[in-house]
């Protein structure tokens, strides 16, 4: 594996906290499904992500290929620039947890 697959599978693991398992049930319920960017699409930006992400987690390292390497890059991206935007309170039942839920990562565990 070269240093730059390397550095973004690690950043990527270290973003995402949930397993393949939680992430598709999550997937699979009304809040998941309100939340994120659907730009005219039935299915969320987020969403579509989510069902990516496990894919990706599911397969062995030697099967990812270039494509997957990126949206690992995408997603540790976008979980570290969502986390930086935590709102105050309480976060339990908000879109900001729920649509870091959809990208693999609960900011409550």
């Known amino acids: 594996m070269t240093e730059d697959r390397e550095r973004i599978a690690t950043d990527f693991h270290q973003a995402i906290n949930m397993t393949a398992g939680e992430l598709e049930s999550w997937l699979d319920t009304r809040e998941s499904k309100a939340v994120g960017d659907k730009s005219g699409r ?56 729920y649509s870091l839920m959809n990208w693999g990562h609960d900011p409550l565990k």
């Open 42 to 97: 039935g299915e969320s930006i987020g969403h579509e992500s989510g069902r990516r992400i496990a894919g990706i987690l599911r397969k062995g390292e030697d099967d990812l290929s270039d494509e997957d390497y990126a949206h690992m890059r995408e997603v540790a991206g976008y979980v570290r620039r969502h986390l930086a935007q935590r709102p105050s309170g309480d976060v339990h039942d908000t879109p900001w947890r």
